[in-house]
């Protein structure tokens, strides 16, 4: 398989090259682009699998093309931005961009923010990438299509789910009986470190757990282990296409 094409808009020169470098060496494809206007001009000529954008372009604001290709496409789309104003952040995940990274970023864990969304895309099932993607997984009485990204219940009826319900359930059953931090959940989910990283998480785990637990008071699956994270359990296996 090629290599996801990942298109990097930023002004800064320096700040390209080391995306460019960093993507290359991780088995992506990088497309450098200096400014929306670079963007629009190879837009049909160079399709992507997905862009990062940096939020403060030169009299431009990343956010504008983000809700551009987002009024157009589902590329998706990771934030790029030295500023650590909550309310930046927001107005991005609300206008479509599926994850937000501050500057300066630690290397491995932007690659492994764009490695999540691509895979909750769809769009990372190369071998090099590491990851067996199953068409369905079964825990307890529910089943999990990958392919449709819809949950199911044993009456086959849909039960509906989030964006962010669904990547966290995603997450958990890749990691099946493991122990996961806060931190980890966080990371995965596409938020930086804030002081509201435990109710963020907890208000999420609250909400996915009255979908898939028969008394989400006394979860089956998806418990808690205090001071340490959350776990999965499940015999989670695959269904045959």
């Known amino acids: 398989m090629s290599r996801p094409k990942i298109g990097i808009v930023d002004d800064e020169a320096p700040v390209r090259e080391a995306l460019v470098a960093l993507l290359a060496e991780n088995q992506f494809d990088p497309v450098p682009m200096a400014s929306i206007a670079e963007y629009r ?16 372009l030169n009299d431009e604001s990343g956010l504008t093309l983000a809700m551009d290709i987002r009024r157009t496409s589902d590329l998706p789309i990771v934030m790029l931005t030295g ?14 961009a599926d ?7 630690n290397p491995r864990e932007l690659v492994a923010r764009i490695r999540a969304v691509l895979r909750r895309y769809g769009k990372a099932l190369n071998p090099a990438f590491g990851h067996d993607v199953h068409s369905k997984m079964q825990f307890g009485r529910l089943t999990v299509d990958q392919k449709q990204r819809i949950l199911f219940d044993d009456k086959e009826e849909e ?18 009986d493991e122990v996961i931090p ?33 008394n989400p008071s006394k979860p089956v699956h998806l418990q808690t282990r205090r001071g340490q994270g959350y776990i999965f359990i499940t015999n989670a296996m695959r269904v045959a296409q």
Do not use: C, M
């Open 41 to 56: 001009a190879s837009e049909d000529a160079t399709p992507l699998d997905l862009v990062l954008i940096d939020l403060q």
């Open 182 to 214: 806060r931190v980890e959940l966080l990371a995965e989910l596409g938020n930086d470190l804030t002081k509201y990283v435990d109710r963020t998480v907890d208000v999420l785990i609250l909400r996915l757990r009255r979908k898939i637990e028969e």
């Open 83 to 96: 500023r650590g104003d909550d309310t930046d952040k927001i107005v991005g995940l609300e206008v479509g």
């Open 159 to 176: 039960i509906p789910l989030t964006n962010a319900e669904y990547r966290l359930l995603e997450y958990f059953l890749s990691r099946p």
């Open 99 to 105: 994850d937000y990274v501050l500057k300066p970023f």
